[in-house]
């Protein structure tokens, strides 16, 4: 395979996973803005016991949208 081949192999590769990964963060913002009304929605009701469920459902979701963010990092040069 030439050089140049390799390449847009790879930024093909790059770019796939750059799109999955914002396809992801697009469903987990989706997952939070719902368990926000819901959140809300309990609160208003004046319903106490209801509100911890989603705010730890949102964490979860924020701990794994920052995750998925970081695996977009480039990774760092590595010291030889």
Same mark, same amino acid.
């Given at each position: 395979?030439?050089?140049?081949?390799?390449?847009?192999?790879?930024?093909?590769?790059?770019?796939?996973?750059?799109?999955?990964?914002?396809?992801?963060?697009?469903?987990?913002?989706?997952?939070?803005?719902?368990? @926000?009304?819901? %959140?809300?929605?309990?609160?208003?009701?004046?319903?106490?016991? &209801?509100? =911890? /469920? $989603? !705010? @730890?459902?949102? %964490?979860?979701?924020?701990?794994?949208?920052?995750?998925?963010? &970081?695996? =977009? /990092? $480039? !990774?760092?040069?590595?010291?030889?």
């Amino acid at each position: 395979m030439s050089p140049a081949a390799q390449l847009r192999r790879r930024r093909v590769q790059e770019l796939t996973r750059i799109y999955t990964v914002m396809s992801c963060l697009l469903i987990l913002l989706v997952a939070q803005v719902v368990l @926000l009304l819901v %959140g809300v929605e309990g609160f208003l009701r004046g319903e106490q016991q &209801r509100l =911890l /469920a $989603p !705010a @730890l459902a949102s %964490g979860a979701c924020f701990a794994a949208a920052a995750r998925l963010m &970081r695996s =977009l /990092a $480039p !990774a760092p040069p590595s010291t030889r």
